[in-house]
Nanobody, 122 residues
């Protein structure tokens, strides 16, 4: 079992930055692929970024060049640095984990966090 707890969401103006954190507990963090999804009101949940257990990253086209995913295995934590935020980035952001990155990328990871709200507005 893996428990995921997100933090770092909030209200930010367009063009601003936020860093989300997701701390994992309950299992061997380093073997898991980790990812961030988001869901805006009235829309389907979508993959934002994922990082393999080896550190290789994948990004949605809409966030490439603005968001960076990283992991610190010593702290059992994955981060999402979000820069140049836009109103369309407003959503609940969810952390996810799976030992198989293919399941993570397909949207069917074994574990989800509870979500953290990010609102981009002036």
């Amino acid at each position: 079992q893996v428990q995921l707890v997100e933090s770092g969401g909030g209200l930010v103006q367009p063009g601003g930055s936020l860093r989300l954190s997701c701390e994992a507990s309950g299992s061997i963090f380093r073997i898991y692929a980790m990812g961030w999804y988001r869901q805006a009101p009235g829309k389907q949940r979508e993959l934002v970024a994922a990082v393999s257990n080896g550190g290789s990253a994948n990004y949605a086209d809409s966030v490439k060049g603005r968001f960076t995913i990283s992991r610190d295995n010593g702290k059992n934590t994955v981060y999402l640095q979000m820069n140049s935020l836009k109103p369309e980035d407003t959503a609940v952001y969810y952390c996810a984990a799976d030992v198989d990155i293919r399941d993570l990328l397909r949207g069917t990871p074994d574990y989800w966090g509870q979500g953290t709200q990010v609102t981009v507005s002036s």
